[in-house]
């Protein structure tokens, strides 16, 4: 039985799967927010009561928001801010005393669908989280891709290609640096872009939704959205020319982005031709603990 822990800032997830990929079982708690120690308690306990009630014990995956450090070990680039500094991996191997294996939660996205998901069967999936942020994974031959300073998959921290006038220099980005690809294709950014259009305040989805519905104002929001969608894609197909891009997030419910950014991908993308395949991630927002529990996948 494979175990999977998504340890959000909100919430911590755990689910059980079998190896066919069947759910045996799915638990979900609070998450308690700046306090390390409760944190590595309540993981433990979820964990615990996850094989209580199954009757065996299993491996364990976790998804980590941020990344453990190759240098250090330590936690790194964590919006969950408690856990940045951390020996995170360490204290619950000893907490839960077996082996585990950690992976950033978009990776554990990415793996998920890679596995049994909307890219199964493809050597080469790069999965992608556009919501609250814009986060990435890229998995080869359904392993999970961490890279020399496990920052694979981080498309969202480099700048928007080819930017226009009126997006030069960009917003300010929290990382410190100004007009990263999060900044423009996040959902914050896509109220942002329409509020400035004169639209008024609005959710990315209640902005998609009108322009369904034919607001001009909306629509000319989703087209510029999936116009820099289309470039921010383009410049990863030409490094990684992946065989399928999955979405995943909030904004992978709008439908049009996946008629209209395989139109527009085709003029940034280094071939005379593009076959990578843009597809709605199949297990949705359980991508990331399943993708946790995969981590043992091949083991």
């Given at each position: 039985m494979r175990i999977g822990i998504d340890l959000g800032g909100t919430k911590i997830e755990g689910i059980a799967i079998a190896d066919d990929g069947r759910e045996a079982i799915r638990?979900?708690?609070?998450?308690?927010?700046?306090?390390?120690?409760?944190?590595?308690?309540?993981?433990?306990?979820?964990?615990?009561?996850?094989?209580?009630?199954?009757?065996?014990?299993?491996?364990?995956?976790?998804?980590?928001?941020?990344?453990?450090?190759?240098?250090?070990?330590?936690?790194?680039?964590s919006n969950s801010t408690w856990l940045n500094g951390t020996r995170l991996a360490g204290d619950l191997e000893r907490l839960l005393d077996r082996p585990l294996r950690f992976a950033n939660d978009a990776n554990c996205f990415a793996l998920s669908e890679a596995t049994d998901g909307a890219g199964h069967g493809a050597a080469i999936v790069f999965g992608v989280i556009i919501g609250t942020g814009t986060g990435g994974g890229v998995v080869v031959n359904q392993r999970v891709l961490t890279g020399a300073n496990a920052v694979s998959g981080e498309w969202g921290h480099n700048p928007l290609p080819a930017p226009r006038d009126g997006e030069r220099p960009g917003p300010a980005c929290y990382c410190g640096r100004c007009g990263c690809i999060e900044t423009f294709l996040s959902g914050p950014a896509l109220a942002r872009d329409y509020a400035a259009a004169g639209g008024g305040e609005a959710t990315a989805i209640e902005i998609a939704a009108r322009a369904a519905a034919g607001d001009p104002v909306a629509a000319a929001a989703i087209e510029r959205y999936a116009e820099r969608l289309a470039r921010?894609?383009?410049?990863?197909?030409?490094?990684?020319?992946?065989?399928?891009?999955?979405?995943?997030?909030?904004?992978?419910?709008?439908?049009?982005?996946?008629?209209?950014?395989?139109?527009?991908?085709?003029?940034?993308?280094?071939?005379d031709r593009v076959a990578t395949r843009l597809v709605r991630a199949r297990h949705g927002d359980s991508s990331g603990v399943r993708g946790a529990a995969w981590l043992w996948e091949r083991e």
């Open positions: 638990r979900r708690i609070t998450a308690p927010r700046d306090d390390y120690r409760r944190t590595l308690d309540a993981v433990r306990g979820l964990v615990e009561e996850i094989e209580r009630e199954l009757g065996v014990q299993g491996s364990v995956g976790i998804g980590i928001p941020g990344t453990i450090s190759p240098a250090t070990g330590l936690i790194k680039n921010a894609l383009g410049s990863i197909i030409n490094v990684l020319d992946p065989d399928v891009i999955v979405l995943g997030g909030g904004l992978s419910n709008i439908d049009r982005l996946y008629e209209r950014v395989p139109q527009l991908w085709a003029q940034y993308v280094f071939s």
